[in-house]
């Protein structure tokens, strides 16, 4: 069960989440926060949050596990009027949760690109953004107190549980996402950017990319001033706004 009244009490926000909706159980988040936009059961900057997601989606149509009561699965909602959000919003969202995450715990987890939550070259957490008319959805899963995960996962997976060997509330772990992406929703570009590079798990690393069927080899260099990935590959840098990278 998520508490909302201990979530509230550590929201320091003045828009972002200050509508929460709790579902126990649905398929995914991202998909009943859209319909509830459409039948006017939620307000733009609101948030949905469930315990246990039937049907959760990951990039790239694979599927997100997460365990009952255990994980953090929400949605938050954007109006897409600002253009500049395409870009920031990936970026803002993996440094609010290294940011929260910090503050929370005292641990440094760390991003691989374009937005995956590592700890140890494990993945923690990951960041699914659509966009849906003229709205964008941003659906957060977070492995808090998972102990068991699914075995086509158990390799890469890890949760703050697995790390700390103990629980966290989750309540006050999504108020300071929030709080933190919200605030960096008034940073520039150029800052988001050094922050994200800050926190990267892999730069100016050697990594292997995998891109349209293809896999490249090359020094990952950092981001491109719109935050595509920037690699250096036989002393030429190239830039690709998608794609997945292996260490
Ligand atoms: C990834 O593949 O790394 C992205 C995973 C995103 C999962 C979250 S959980 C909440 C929201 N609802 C979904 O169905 N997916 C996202």
């Not at 990952?220 to 260490?247: D, P, Q, R, T, W």
């Amino acid at each position: 069960m998520f508490f909302i009244p201990l979530f509230l009490s550590n929201l320091k926000t003045k828009k972002i989440g200050k509508q929460i909706e709790y579902i126990r159980t649905t398929g995914s988040t991202n998909k009943t926060i859209y319909h509830m936009l459409q039948n006017k059961e939620i307000e733009i900057e609101g948030v949905l949050i469930s315990d246990q997601q039937t049907k959760g989606k990951g990039r790239r149509g694979n599927t997100w596990f997460s365990s009952p009561g255990k994980s953090l699965t929400f949605s938050l909602i954007l109006k897409s009027s600002d253009k500049s959000l395409t870009e920031k919003l990936p970026l803002i969202s993996g440094i609010a949760i290294i940011q929260a995450i910090k503050k929370m715990i005292n641990i440094d987890c760390q991003l691989k690109w374009p937005n995956d939550i590592v700890y140890n070259y494990k993945k923690l957490g990951g960041i699914l953004i659509e966009k849906r008319g003229d709205n964008f959805i941003i659906g957060i899963g977070l492995n808090v107190n998972d102990s068991d995960f699914d075995e086509s996962i158990q390799k890469q997976a890890c949760s703050i549980y697995s790390i700390i060997n103990r629980s966290v509330q989750r309540e006050p772990l999504l108020a300071f996402i929030l709080n933190d992406f919200e605030k960096l929703l008034n940073n520039d570009m150029e800052e988001i950017i050094k922050k994200w590079e800050s926190v990267c798990s892999h730069m100016n690393t050697f990594v292997k990319f995998h891109y349209s069927k293809n896999i490249l080899e090359g020094d990952f260099v950092g981001l491109s001033k719109n935050g595509e990935a920037k690699i250096k590959i036989n002393k030429k840098e190239h830039l690709f706004n998608s794609g997945v990278i292996n260490i």
